[in-house]
T-cell receptor, first 114, second 114 residues
Framework: GNSVTQMEGPVTLSEEAFLTINCTYT??????LFWYVQYPGEGLQLLLK?????DKGSNKGFEATYRKETTSFHLEKGSVQVSDSAVYFC?????????????FGTGTSLTVIP | DVKVTQSSRYLVKRTGEKVFLECVQD?????MFWYRQDPGLGLRLIYF???????EKGDIPEGYSVSREKKERFSLILESASTNQTSMYLC?????????????FGDGTRLSIL
């Protein structure tokens, strides 16, 4: 079946620290992979995506590379800011997918302290 | 930009009431979704719809129904609200595609059942 496993939080970092949030997946075929961010009191916003193996998605200083050999899509940022404090969700969409149903990880809460 | 609008940000209802949550998208998306989000449980899919008048059960449909009479509108109905349905409800929409289209989310409705 399809599933996503994210590292558990919460994660607390100092400003300008390096961030990694691990995400691994199980899927048949070649899914598309996504990272979403949720700020307090808001819905989820698309942060980045990758639709095939070895693709790198990037946005706002965040990056993630689609690694089929390790079935991973880890989120990284070189220098976090207080404004990056949020909950981050990894998600996959199977290759053949009527209705475009997604499978989400449970989310990782990040707090960045000054 | 895609706009997904949920009718209420906060809603308070009483046990036993019939509750309607409304969601409208403005990008002619075929697919629409209702999730609930609870601490520690991530996002759980309640129902989704891939076309007008079409619906599919998600992971936790019990106690809920949905209606999609027009392409842009997807309603979630709590037939007889109970306290265990107190939660954050998120609506999303997406284009039909080969699994590579992102889902776009509304800001959520925080529902309290007293």
């Amino acid at each position: 079946g399809n599933s996503v496993t994210q590292m558990e939080g919460p994660v607390t970092l100092s400003e300008e620290a390096f961030l990694t949030i691990n995400c691994t997946y199980t899927a048949t075929g070649y899914p598309s992979l996504f990272w979403y961010v949720q700020y307090p009191g808001e819905g989820l916003q698309l942060l980045l995506k990758a639709t095939k193996a070895d693709d790198k998605g990037s946005n706002k200083g965040f990056e993630a590379t689609y690694r089929k050999e390790t079935t991973s899509f880890h989120l990284e940022k070189g220098s976090v800011q207080v404004s990056d404090s949020a909950v981050y969700f990894c998600a996959l969409s199977p290759q053949r997918n009527t209705g475009n149903q997604f499978y989400f990880g449970t989310g990782t809460s990040l707090t960045v302290i000054p | 930009d895609v706009k997904v609008t949920q009718s209420s940000r906060y809603l308070v209802k009483r046990t036993g009431e019939k509750v309607f949550l409304e969601c409208v998208q403005d990008m002619d998306h075929e697919n629409m979704f209702w999730y609930r989000q609870d601490p520690g449980l991530g996002l759980r899919l309640i129902y989704f719809s891939y076309d007008v008048k079409m619906k599919e059960k998600g992971d936790i449909p019990e106690g809920y129904s949905v209606s999609r009479e027009k392409k842009e509108r997807f309603s979630l109905i709590l037939e007889s609200a109970s306290t265990n349905q107190t939660s954050m409800y998120l609506c999303a929409s997406t284009l039909e595609g080969r699994g590579n289209q992102p889902q776009h989310f509304g800001d959520g409705t925080r529902l309290s059942i007293l």
